[in-house]
């Protein structure tokens, strides 16, 4: 995957008290991701977001919230293609746990990767699939041309013997 653009927060200069919460709204640059070898790249270099920063007895919890379209190929014909995603994710950093699940990889001293986070959401809110459309065929397996737009029957290959079986066809 492609490194994330760097954005960070400085949580310190927030000043926020045990129980107290902010929420800003900022541009955030979703940067691209690099999938099976092929690029995904959000359609707007920025996007707008929210962050809801709150601060708990013993750290913080974010909500992280963007809505972003990715572009790029189809993943069975390789046609442009594109999904439009509504991140939502959300992180805690306790700072006195012994308990890994409770650190946020995205907080290091008092700085919030947000970049790194934004990144990491958008890559988890991916679909299994993006397709230039729901019911893509994809690629002929023999000729490799798009099954999208081809008339039926114009696919029906003659397969060749598979060579492995040679030697079985010789005993007949």
Known sequence: MTPAPTTTIDLARLALSHGEGRRLELPLRPGTLELGGQTYASADPEVPARLDVSRTNSGYAFRLRFPVQLQGPCMRCLADAGTELEIDAREVD??????????????EDTELDLGRWAHDAM???????????????????????????????AHDHESAPDPRWAKLRDLE
């Open 94 to 107: 306790q700072e006195r746990t012994g308990d890994e699940e409770l650190r946020s990889p995205y907080v």
């Open 123 to 153: 890559a988890l809110a991916l679909p299994a699939q993006i397709l230039c459309r729901p019911e893509c065929a994809g690629l002929c397996p023999i000729c490799g041309e798009s099954l999208n737009d081809a008339a039926a029957g």
